[in-house]
């Protein structure tokens, strides 16, 4: 049945999207990552005690990790996180979100501006763009081109700032309560997806379980969580068609 106020409702003026977590399943990455390097130190973090670490500005997470233990100035512990999670992605491969690459496909058809803004470092974010057709997203920001990280809007004042749009006016899908923080301070309607964090209600215009089987009309503006289908349980779908990038290489691939 057709949306009876879809004729009322416009096109975004750019989707702003989160990388990790969001459109490729790398959260586990950064984790293992920082288990690794605590493991290291001889130092075990309590059960959900590197959940603080999702979303969060890359120097904030170095900071949480030498708090927990590990050992290094959080420079050191820095460097030593990107270089860790980097041979975990390329070794264990990229899993995508379930329906992100079909809506970003659909999106860039549509001629909606894309933004890509994450808070992994430049380096990391291009092995991850590697692997999507060229010029899928309009414009990037990542989190060692902004002066303060998530949840500060640095980062998607920034994106709408390069695309010459009003951040009002876009919609940002992200994640994490960090992410959707950010976006929302940015004054961009936040849609959450969860993933490896739950999302309380409230901390998103709307919550989606997934974004498999989201479409053009999903993104028109105003978004209420009554067009946005809010009405489903957060841990529908936790398995879905995630695709599997064959490891040892990231190698471009086409929708």
Same mark, same amino acid.
């Given at each position: 049945?057709?949306?009876?106020?879809?004729?009322?409702?416009?096109?975004?003026?750019?989707? !702003?999207?989160?990388?990790?977590?969001? =459109?490729?399943?790398?959260?586990?990455h950064?984790?293992?990552?920082?288990?690794?390097?605590?493991?290291?130190?001889?130092?075990?973090?309590?059960?959900?005690?590197?959940? @603080?670490?999702?979303?969060?500005?890359?120097?904030?997470?170095?900071? *949480?990790?030498?708090?927990?233990?590990?050992?290094? @100035?959080?420079?050191?512990?820095?460097?030593?996180?990107?270089?860790? %999670?980097?041979?975990?992605?390329?070794s264990?491969?990229?899993?995508?979100?379930?329906?992100?690459?079909?809506?970003?496909?659909?999106?860039?058809?549509?001629?909606?501006?894309?933004?890509?803004?994450?808070?992994?470092?430049?380096?990391?974010?291009?092995?991850?763009?590697?692997?999507?057709?060229?010029?899928t997203?309009?414009?990037?920001?990542?989190?060692?081109?902004?002066?303060?990280g998530?949840?500060?809007?640095?980062?998607y004042?920034? %994106?709408?700032?390069?695309?010459?749009?009003?951040?009002?006016? &876009?919609?940002?899908?992200?994640? @994490?309560? *960090?992410?959707?923080?950010?976006?929302?301070?940015?004054?961009? *309607?936040? =849609?959450?997806?969860?993933?490896?964090?739950? !999302?309380a209600?409230? =901390? %998103?215009?709307?919550?989606?379980p997934?974004?498999?089987g989201?479409?053009?009309?999903?993104?028109?503006?105003?978004? &209420?969580?009554?067009?946005?289908?809010?009405?489903?349980?957060?841990?529908?779908? %936790?398995?879905?068609?995630?695709?599997?990038?064959?490891?040892?290489?990231?190698?471009?691939?086409?929708?």
């Amino acid at each position: 049945m057709l949306d009876p106020h879809a004729s009322a409702r416009r096109l975004p003026a750019a989707v !702003l999207w989160d990388m990790d977590g969001t =459109i490729v399943d790398t959260e586990g990455h950064w984790i293992a990552a920082a288990q690794g390097m605590l493991a290291e130190a001889g130092a075990t973090p309590s059960v959900g005690g590197l959940d @603080s670490l999702v979303g969060i500005a890359l120097p904030d997470g170095a900071r *949480v990790i030498h708090e927990l233990g590990g050992t290094g @100035s959080p420079d050191a512990l820095l460097e030593r996180w990107i270089e860790l %999670a980097t041979a975990h992605t390329r070794s264990e491969g990229i899993t995508w979100r379930p329906g992100a690459r079909s809506l970003l496909r659909t999106l860039s058809a549509a001629r909606v501006p894309l933004a890509l803004v994450t808070m992994s470092y430049r380096d990391y974010a291009d092995e991850i763009l590697a692997a999507l057709p060229p010029g899928t997203f309009d414009v990037t920001v990542t989190g060692d081109e902004v002066a303060r990280g998530k949840p500060s809007p640095d980062a998607y004042l920034r %994106a709408a700032e390069l695309l010459g749009v009003d951040p009002a006016e &876009c919609i940002a899908v992200e994640d @994490s309560p *960090v992410g959707l923080a950010a976006a929302r301070a940015a004054g961009a *309607v936040a =849609i959450g997806v969860p993933h490896d964090v739950p !999302l309380a209600d409230g =901390i %998103a215009d709307a919550i989606w379980p997934t974004l498999r089987g989201r479409g053009l009309l999903d993104f028109r503006l105003p978004l &209420c969580r009554e067009a946005a289908g809010n009405d489903e349980s957060p841990t529908a779908f %936790a398995t879905g068609d995630s695709h599997n990038v064959r490891p040892k290489g990231l190698e471009p691939l086409t929708f």
